[in-house]
């Protein structure tokens, strides 16, 4: 690999974790309505919990409005993201991001806290220079609520 590719691979690589970093900021900022920017026009996402399909979201506006509506309505929404590997070739990408999700919420008057061992597994594409989510499965591998 000529250096011009390995610096290009580095900035690619750099860019999808800003990428994915940047989603799970705006989760916790509970702004699913910017999440809409992140995603390509013809996007899918799906949601897969205990190797479960629960739900298929299409579109950046109705992904967005998904996690708007539901992100609202929590209290508080906090996410750490570790391991992210992608495989970068030309425009398009694979990757897999895992996360732990703190979420706080109230339940007939009581708060209750959730935590979420997830990990998401994506498609991305590079759009005008800019790296966009065009598939992603994200799977809930466990929960627990306290």
């Known amino acids: 690999m000529e250096l011009e590719e390995k610096i290009?691979?580095?900035e690619d690589k750099l860019a999808l974790k800003q990428l994915v970093d940047t989603f799970s900021i705006l989760s916790d900022e509970k702004n699913g309505l910017a999440q809409k920017g992140l995603f390509t026009s013809d996007a899918v996402v799906k949601i897969v919990?205990?190797?479960?399909?629960k739900q298929t979201l299409n579109g950046?506006?109705?992904i967005g409005n998904a996690y708007h509506n539901y992100l609202?309505?929590?209290?508080?929404?906090f996410h750490l993201n570790g391991q992210h590997v992608v495989n970068v070739k030309g425009n398009r990408a694979l990757g897999r991001c895992y996360?732990?999700?703190t979420i706080f919420e109230t339940q007939n008057g009581v708060q209750v806290m959730t935590q979420e061992g997830i990990y998401h597994d994506d498609e991305y594409r590079k759009e005008n220079d800019r790296w966009l989510i065009a598939k992603r499965t994200t799977h809930y591998v466990w929960i627990i609520r306290k």
């Open 8 to 10: 290009q691979t580095i």
């Open 49 to 53: 919990i205990n190797d479960e399909l």
């Open 60 to 62: 950046p506006e109705e």
């Open 72 to 77: 609202t309505s929590l209290d508080k929404v």
């Open 99 to 101: 996360s732990q999700a």
